[in-house]
């Protein structure tokens, strides 16, 4: 099915469709991203926002009826362990000035998002993760210019890890036994890992999830 999380017409008409036709919803892993790249969403949020948080924020939003008619279910979320770098500015997240500060601040919203989904969801059978895949040799390059990535490409090879290795995490938290029990968290390396203490500000996540709702009009 087509879906666009760059566009959220087409995140609300895909989950139309879905619904529509698919009856079960057991796990959902929010995995697109887009690396810090200074451009527009079709709906005038900067694409790392866009993409990496408000169109997984709009899709999981949309999907939850059909997850907790399902349950236990589980929706994971890929995050970076760079959210580290930068806080959110609630006065800006729009924010798209320095392409790396944009990233980062939307793996931080990752996280909050995640969060805040676990402390809904409790009791109603749907556990949410946040997960750090590692560094892995994707094809994210693909937006930067020729040299950019054959650079990148020789760094990769050298000390990022294959997609395989990356995607072990995510498939721990979406259908291993010993994870069903640990939701909630942030997760590495097939494990809990520590949070700063500025991304496990309870208060920060329950504020982003309601700024959310406002601008993908939800509420």
Same mark, same amino acid.
Request: charged share 20%; hydrophobic share 40%; aromatic share 12%.
């Given at each position: 099915?087509?879906?666009?999380?760059?566009? !959220?017409?087409?995140?609300? *008409?895909?989950?139309?469709?879905?619904?529509?036709?698919?009856?079960?919803?057991?796990?959902?892993? @929010?995995?697109?991203?887009? &690396?810090?790249?200074?451009?527009? %969403? *079709?709906? #005038?949020?900067?694409?790392?926002? #866009?993409?990496?948080?408000?169109?997984?924020?709009?899709?999981?939003? !949309?999907?939850?009826?059909?997850?907790?008619?399902?349950?236990?279910?589980?929706?994971?979320? !890929?995050?970076?362990?760079?959210?580290?770098?930068?806080?959110?500015?609630?006065?800006?997240? @729009?924010?798209?000035?320095? &392409?790396?500060?944009?990233?980062?601040?939307?793996?931080?919203?990752?996280?909050?998002?995640?969060?805040? !989904?676990?402390?809904?969801?409790?009791?109603?059978?749907?556990?949410?993760? $946040?997960?750090?895949? #590692?560094?892995?040799?994707? *094809?994210?390059?693909?937006?930067?210019?020729?040299?950019?990535?054959?650079?990148?490409?020789?760094?990769?090879?050298?000390?990022?890890?294959?997609?395989?290795?990356?995607?072990? %995490?995510?498939?721990?938290?979406?259908?291993?036994?010993?994870?069903?029990?640990?939701?909630?968290?942030?997760?590495? *390396?097939?494990? &809990?890992?520590?949070?700063?203490?500025?991304?496990?500000?309870?208060?920060? $996540?329950?504020?982003?999830?309601?700024?959310?709702?406002?601008?993908?009009?939800?509420?």
């Amino acid at each position: 099915m087509e879906l666009d999380l760059a566009n !959220l017409r087409s995140v609300r *008409d895909f989950c139309k469709t879905f619904l529509q036709q698919e009856k079960r919803l057991d796990i959902l892993i @929010n995995n697109a991203a887009m &690396p810090g790249v200074l451009d527009w %969403t *079709d709906d #005038g949020f900067s694409m790392c926002l #866009g993409v990496n948080h408000l169109g997984h924020f709009l899709l999981t939003n !949309l999907l939850l009826g059909r997850l907790k008619e399902c349950a236990p279910s589980r929706v994971v979320t !890929l995050t970076c362990s760079s959210y580290k770098y930068q806080k959110l500015d609630f006065r800006d997240l @729009n924010y798209n000035l320095l &392409p790396f500060f944009t990233y980062c601040r939307s793996k931080l919203a990752n996280v909050y998002f995640s969060q805040e !989904l676990g402390r809904l969801m409790q009791g109603k059978g749907v556990t949410s993760y $946040a997960v750090h895949p #590692g560094f892995v040799q994707s *094809d994210w390059t693909c937006h930067y210019s020729f040299l950019f990535r054959t650079v990148m490409r020789v760094l990769m090879w050298m000390f990022f890890v294959p997609c395989e290795t990356g995607a072990q %995490t995510v498939v721990y938290c979406a259908v291993s036994d010993e994870a069903a029990h640990r939701g909630g968290g942030y997760f590495a *390396d097939c494990r &809990p890992a520590a949070l700063r203490p500025f991304a496990r500000d309870a208060g920060a $996540a329950k504020k982003l999830w309601e700024a959310s709702e406002r601008l993908v009009k939800l509420v």
